[in-house]
Structures are given as C-alpha cells and as structure tokens.
C-alpha cells in the first residue's frame, strides 16, 4: 500500500511508501494520508497487517469516544489507565462489529460476546502483560527506535512517517507513548517537535540521551569512488558535514525524512552511485556494507529524546527532575530578564532556553511616522530546568513567571536521563 503525505518535501518518502515484499525490508510505518486524522485504512505497523490486527487497531480508535472522559493520571508510567477502553468492556452495540476476531477458531459464539473482567483486567501492568506501544519518527532501523528502545526496554516500537503522526498515534490510543528528538549537540535543536509540542496535548514523561555513531552506507560492492551523491535525514548530514569533505567525497547532499530510510530506499532502489548515512543496525536491516564507520564530525555526538504520553506522571523528589516549560509575554521592559531571574534567585538552573516565532502573531507592523514601518517577531519561549515541580522554589519561581507572562504551560516534570557519558566508540572515520 502507498503512503500519501503531503509535506513531503520530495517524492522520495512518497516511493520509500511503496514497499516491495522482499525480506529486506523492514515492516510499513504509520502514515497520514490527509494532513490531520491517521489513515487507518492504510496503516501498517510492527503490529502486523492482517485483518484482525487492522480491526483490533479500528476497536481502539472507536473506544477512544469511549474513554475520552477518563481523566485518571498514570502514576505507574504503565499507561494502564486506559486497559478498559481498550479491553471492549465499554464499547456499544455498534462497537461489537469492530471487536478483535480471536484466532482460537471453534467457537464463533463465545468469541462474539464481551470478555466477562477479571482479575487480571485490574491490575496496573501494562496493557495486560503486552509490551508498551511506543511510536517514533522513522524507518526501523532509525536512531529513534534505538532511543524507544533505551527508554522503554522490551517496548514494541512503532515506526511513523512524521513527527506529527507520532503524536497522533499516542492521542487516537494507537500507541502508549512517543519518542522524539529534541536537540542534538551538533546540530542544536529540532524546531518542528518544539512546534508540535506546543500544538498537541501531550505531557513529556522522560528523557533518553543517545549517543549517535553514524555509518556511510553503500551496496555490497560499491566503492567510495562510484558515489555522487550521499542522502540521509538533514540532522544526520549536517552532523558529518565535515567528515564527508575530509573522506575526499564529492557528493551531493540530499535531505530525506530519516537515516534509516535514506538506507533502505539506497536498498530497494538498488542505487549504486548514492551512499546513506545511517546506523550500523540500519545496515544490517537493508543488506547494506559499511564504506566509513564513525563519520558524525565529533565523537561525542548526542541526541536528546523526550518521552511524550496522554497523562503526566507526578513529580517527586527523590531523584533528580528536570521541568519544561514554554511561555510567551507580552509587552514590556525587560520581560525576559525578569522571567530567568525569577529561576536564579531561587538556585535553579536552566539547561535550555530556545525561542520560536509565535506562530499565531507572527509579525507585528508597528507604524513609524518617521521611518516607516517597521517588523518585528513575537516569540514562543521554551525554557528547561533542573527541579521537580513537587519542589516549592519551583512553584514559587513558576508562580513569578506568571506575572510577566500571557502564557504559560508545563509541558512536563520528569526524571532527568543520569545515564554516565559513553562517547562514540570511534574518533574518527574509519574506511573500510
Ligand atoms: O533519522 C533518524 O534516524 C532519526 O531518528 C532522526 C534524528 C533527528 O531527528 O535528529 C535522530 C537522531 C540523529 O540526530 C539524526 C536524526
């Protein structure tokens, strides 16, 4: 099946979509056919492609009506707040047509009637014992399947085509959870999930640091020599930037959407005069060799996940917390100064401050009777800091911040990564 998306920048995830059934390929991600709303009728995931798993899919969708006025908060990290919904206990008559078809056989009766609760149904384990559904940005084989993976163990990771649909996926209850990049120490920050969080109702639940060693990837037998142009996700090109012009190649850069995907359209295009950049694991997945092994342009290169769900967990502090915050303020003297202040006097530091333009008041004219007209930005400020909201310097330092913002919101309270630094095993690029 095709993958439509319309902000496809070119056609090449348009093609990446139109997955040939060879083993090399890795399964079908989440799609979005029309901008808003997930294609159901056109999504594969991990999950599987069979008609019960599309049905068992199209049941969770319907019971999200179901548990929309749910407003339980999940202290477990588990996302069992939602097991009931998704059980079919509470569904319609009209839902029962949507109920997963079991695959026992026999007895068709019984397996069209409601599951009577049990014990088991109450328990807080995650989705009955089945791993939690996480979604990210990518081919399997992406750097953000590795960060699903680091942050949630054992997890069943759920490739999406973009960024927005793995939002969508957590809010329509397809997945438990996203993972998504938030910055990069080459390459600085992500704008787009800055944006989206804004733009979506999501809670950051956590963060994973990741370590990104990145490969040059050709087929078997292609030498740096054949090579005229190099794709990979922007992020991942303009964190080798250098090391391409040091290896001597004289390629084009090509943007796609992910690395891994870069590798395997590479694959299943069978191109032989263009190299990807992506993981070693991407290599593996799409039949590809290694041509140079550690090209990102500094060894310690690291990329900053956030963890995203429906509910917010509930802060302690008995371990370090780091706390997300965006605002906007209006007019005046200083605002900014004041607004960090109010952190500073109470000992708090910031790790990140970044500021978008306001998507809403984008350009103010302001008229000039001597000069004209003059523009100016209006900014969305995002600020990260080291305290947990259970802590009261950091509801007296957010109660100030009030006072000179228009808006304020916290995007989450959650478990600062304190996993010990394991630079890239490689310095440099090495040739094979
Ligand atoms: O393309 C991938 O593999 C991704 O997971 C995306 C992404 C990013 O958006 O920054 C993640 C980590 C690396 O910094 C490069 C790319």
């Not at 097991?83 to 509470?90: D, F, I, L, R, S």
């Not at 079991?102 to 009637?113: A, E, H, T």
């Given at each position: 099946?095709?993958?439509?998306?319309?902000?496809?920048?070119n056609?090449?995830?348009?093609?990446?979509?139109?997955?040939?059934s060879?083993?090399?390929?890795?399964?079908?991600?989440?799609?979005?056919?029309?901008?808003?709303?997930?294609?159901?009728a056109?999504?594969?995931?991990?999950?599987?492609?069979?008609r019960?798993?599309?049905?068992?899919?199209?049941?969770?969708?319907a019971?999200?009506?179901?548990?929309?006025?749910?407003?339980?908060?999940?202290?477990?990290?588990?996302?069992?707040n939602h097991?009931?919904?998704?059980?079919?206990?509470?569904t319609?008559?009209?839902?029962?047509?949507?109920?997963?078809?079991?695959?026992?056989?026999?007895?068709?009766?019984?397996?069209?009637?409601p599951?009577?609760?049990?014990?088991s149904?109450?328990?807080?384990?995650?989705?009955?014992?089945?791993?939690?559904?996480v979604?990210?940005?990518?081919?399997?084989?992406?750097y953000?399947?590795?960060?699903?993976?680091?942050?949630?163990?054992?997890c069943?990771?759920?490739?999406?085509?973009?960024?927005?649909?793995?939002?969508?996926?957590?809010?329509?209850?397809?997945?438990?959870?996203?993972v998504?990049p938030?910055?990069?120490?080459?390459?600085?920050?992500i704008h787009?999930?800055?944006?989206?969080?804004?733009?979506?109702?999501?809670?950051?639940?956590?963060?994973?640091?990741?370590?990104?060693?990145?490969?040059?990837?050709?087929?078997?037998?292609?030498?740096?020599?054949?090579?005229?142009?190099?794709?990979?996700?922007?992020?991942?090109?303009?964190?080798?930037?250098?090391?391409?012009?040091?290896l001597?190649l004289?390629?084009?850069?090509?943007?796609v959407?992910?690395t891994?995907?870069a590798?395997?359209?590479?694959?299943?295009?069978?191109l032989?005069?263009?190299?990807?950049?992506?993981?070693?694991?991407a290599?593996?997945l799409?039949?590809?060799?290694?041509l140079?092994?550690?090209?990102?342009?500094?060894?310690?290169?690291?990329?900053?996940?956030v963890?995203?769900?429906?509910?917010?967990i509930?802060?302690?502090?008995?371990?370090?917390?780091?706390?997300?915050?965006?605002?906007?303020?209006?007019?005046?003297?200083?605002?900014?100064?004041?607004?960090l202040?109010?952190f500073?006097?109470?000992?708090?530091?910031?790790?990140?401050?970044?500021?978008?333009?306001?998507?809403?008041r984008?350009?103010?004219?302001?008229?000039?009777?001597?000069?004209?007209t003059?523009?100016?930005?209006?900014?969305?400020?995002?600020?990260?800091?080291?305290?947990?909201?259970?802590?009261?310097?950091?509801?007296?330092?957010?109660?100030?911040?009030?006072?000179?913002?228009?808006f304020?919101?916290?995007?989450?309270?959650?478990?600062?990564?304190?996993?010990?630094?394991?630079?890239?095993?490689?310095?440099?690029?090495?040739?094979?």
């Open positions: 099946m095709q993958a439509i998306s319309p902000s496809t920048p056609n090449l995830k348009y093609l990446l979509g139109t997955r040939p060879t083993n090399r390929v890795a399964p079908n991600r989440i799609t979005v056919q029309c901008g808003y709303g997930l294609d159901s056109n999504f594969h995931t991990s999950v599987g492609s069979s019960a798993d599309w049905q068992s899919s199209c049941a969770i969708l019971s999200k009506v179901v548990s929309q006025d749910q407003s339980s908060i999940d202290t477990t990290g588990s996302g069992a097991v009931a919904a998704v059980n079919g206990h509470k319609s008559i009209t839902d029962l047509s949507i109920v997963p078809i079991g695959n026992s056989g026999g007895d068709n009766n019984r397996q069209l009637q599951k009577p609760l049990t014990i149904d109450l328990s807080p384990s995650p989705m009955h014992g089945s791993p939690l559904r979604a990210y940005q990518g081919a399997p084989g992406a953000s399947e590795a960060a699903a993976g680091k942050a949630y163990p054992n069943e990771a759920i490739p999406c085509d973009q960024f927005e649909v793995a939002f969508q996926a957590v809010e329509l209850w397809i997945s438990d959870r996203a998504l938030v910055e990069n120490s080459l390459g600085g920050s787009r999930n800055y944006d989206l969080l804004l733009r979506h109702r999501l809670h950051i639940v956590g963060e994973v640091q990741l370590p990104v060693h990145h490969c040059l990837l050709a087929l078997p037998g292609v030498r740096k020599e054949y090579l005229n142009r190099v794709i990979s996700h922007p992020q991942a090109l303009s964190q080798c930037e250098h090391t391409l012009t040091k001597g004289k390629v084009a850069r090509e943007a959407d992910d891994a995907g590798a395997e359209f590479v694959a299943t295009k069978n032989r005069d263009t190299a990807a950049i992506a993981s070693a694991r290599a593996e799409y039949g590809l060799q290694v140079a092994d550690g090209i990102q342009d500094d060894p310690n290169n690291v990329t900053r996940f963890m995203l769900a429906r509910e917010p509930i802060p302690r502090t008995d371990r370090p917390f780091k706390t997300s915050i965006v605002f906007a303020h209006d007019k005046g003297m200083s605002v900014l100064f004041k607004v202040s109010a500073a006097f109470r000992d708090i530091s910031l790790t990140k401050i970044e500021s978008r333009p306001h998507r809403n984008p350009i103010r004219l302001v008229d000039d009777a001597n000069v004209g003059a523009k100016h930005f209006e900014y969305m400020f995002y600020v990260d800091f080291e305290a947990s909201m259970a802590e009261v310097r950091a509801q007296n330092a957010l109660a100030e911040v009030q006072e000179f913002t228009s304020l919101r916290v995007l989450g309270s959650y478990p600062m990564d304190m996993t010990p630094w394991s630079p890239s095993s490689c310095s440099s690029a090495d040739l094979h």
